[in-house]
T-cell receptor, first 116, second 115 residues
Framework: GDSVTQMEGPVTLSEEAFLTINCTYTATGYPSLFWYVQYPGEGLQLLLKATKADDKGSNKGFEATYRKETTSFHLEKGSVQVSDSAVYFCALSEFGVTGGGNKLTFGTGTQLKVEL | SQTIHQWPATLVQPVGSPLSLECTVE??????LYWYRQAAGRGLQLLFYSVGIGQISSEVPQNLSASRPQDRQFILSSKKLLLSDSGFYLC??????????????FGSGTRLTVV
């Protein structure tokens, strides 16, 4: 079945440091890939997405490129801020494959803490 | 614009008591609806999804049930709560396959503590 593997957290960085959160996936077909962010005590928000190989999703300074050859979708940001402290989830969906809902498969999440 | 409402935000319930969490979506019709649970320090587990009124698919055997009495209403229930039901419950909606790739939109979640 489909699965998503994220790097273990927590990740602690100083403000303005470079961020990389690794994400790799296994899928039977050709999935769409997503990054979601969860701020403390809140639900998940879509951060960015990519639907085909070599697509680059970007939002709020975050970027991730869909790499089919390495089955990866690593999240990067050049300069993190304290306000980026949150849990980040990588996810995939093979829309329609299941014949039912658009089921998203999530990674376990990576907690990011940014300090001054 | 589409919005999703989930309530209550927090809930403390004794073991053996019933549960009802409600989720409603506005601004769209015939959405796919989902219930996820996030246990402390863990990832997201899909509990139920629904592609239409009265159509519920269960992903994991458990002490919970779901219902969709109206197109944009999704309810998570239990007759008797267990300690292991504690967690953060998230409702989400999405469009159907073939309508585009937009991912999910999540509600703000319900923090359930069973004592």
């Amino acid at each position: 079945g489909d699965s998503v593997t994220q790097m273990e957290g927590p990740v602690t960085l100083s403000e303005e440091a470079f961020l990389t959160i690794n994400c790799t996936y296994t899928a039977t077909g050709y999935p769409s890939l997503f990054w979601y962010v969860q701020y403390p005590g809140e639900g998940l928000q879509l951060l960015l997405k990519a639907t085909k190989a070599d697509d680059k999703g970007s939002n709020k300074g975050f970027e991730a490129t869909y790499r089919k050859e390495t089955t990866s979708f690593h999240l990067e940001k050049g300069s993190v801020q304290v306000s980026d402290s949150a849990v980040y989830f990588c996810a995939l969906s093979e829309f329609g494959v299941t014949g039912g809902g658009n089921k998203l498969t999530f990674g376990t999440g990576t907690q990011l803490k940014v300090e001054l | 614009s589409q919005t999703i409402h989930q309530w209550p935000a927090t809930l403390v319930q004794p073991v053996g008591s019933p549960l009802s969490l409600e989720c409603t979506v506005e601004g769209t019709s015939n959405p796919n609806l989902y219930w996820y649970r996030q246990a402390a320090g863990r990832g997201l587990q899909l509990l139920f999804y629904s592609v239409g009124i009265g159509q519920i698919s269960s992903e994991v055997p458990q002490n919970l049930s779901a219902s969709r009495p109206q197109d944009r209403q999704f309810i998570l229930s239990s007759k008797k709560l267990l300690l292991s039901d504690s967690g953060f419950y998230l409702c989400a909606w999405s469009v159907h396959p073939g309508q585009g790739v937009y991912g999910y939109t999540f509600g703000s979640g319900t923090r359930l503590t069973v004592v």
